[in-house]
């Protein structure tokens, strides 16, 4: 584990609980000297996330869309920065050249970001970890929701694999580690 991705929060009015997580997450990656990838951002958990990285003098790394630095939204301790023409193409970076992906609690952004990987996945285009940092049972309605599409053949039981839920940012770095291997044949199975 080199390289770790992760989605997270741009909101900077969630309640402490959710920075907490995120200042113990950031902490241990750079104390296991895991560079991080992440959507640039100076507010919420993006802001956090950098924050405690850049004191601890942690490898970061920020990719966001030219027109969100236009409006001062990238991170200013941020030294490695990479400005896309879009969103999509934003996305497509976020996934390239790393070795797993955590998403943490986040609103609509984090959720779509998260959604596509697993999709990906499904499809064998992305293989990584993916896991979801559950604090406070922030994301037991998503876990009910994936299961369900589970129980109702939307999904098949093997693609129960392509995530993990984890209740602490103790956990993350096993669950990457101990994630079930996954390759591009996934594509064999995504529809059966
Ligand atoms: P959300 O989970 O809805 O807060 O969204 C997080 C994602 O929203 C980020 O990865 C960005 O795509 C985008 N985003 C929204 N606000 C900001 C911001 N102030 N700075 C950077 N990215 C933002």
Redesign the pocket.
Known sequence: MKKICV?????PTIRPIFFDATERLATLFVENDIELV?????????GKLADTVIEHNGKIKGI??QF?NEVE??HKGISDFEFTET?HQ?KARFLEDIDGLVALP????????LLEAITLKRLGQFTKPIVILNTDNYYQPLKEMLNKCVDEDFMQNQHLDMWRFVDEPEQVIDALKNSPRWDSGAINFANK
């Open positions: 989605y997270c929060a741009s909101s992440f959507g640039g951002g100076a507010k919420g958990l993006m966001m869309p969100m939204w990238a969103m934003r986040g609103g609509c952004g984090t959720l779509e970001e």
